[in-house]
């Protein structure tokens, strides 16, 4: 294994990180800024009114994004084990 294949490998996992968790911090972002601007708009200032939104919306986007995280990371494990096999 030479530094092309290691640096490919390394790529391939860092992408399927971005492409797995992306999603759900986008969801996270929107709906943090959507109760920020709330916030800011109303005037009330309580650090704990962001939790639990942020969590049930991470939560739902979690359960509707699951097959397609599961596959990304389904694709990235077969790629990674079919590269174990080829080099032995």
Known sequence: MNESEVIEISREGVMAIIVAGGPLMLVA????LTISLIQALTQVQEMTLAFVPKILAIF?????MAPF?????NTLTVSMFDRIAALS
Do not use: E, M
């Open 29 to 32: 972002l929107g709906v943090g």
């Open 60 to 64: 739902g986007a979690s359960i509707l």
């Open 69 to 73: 995280i599961i596959a990304t990371l």
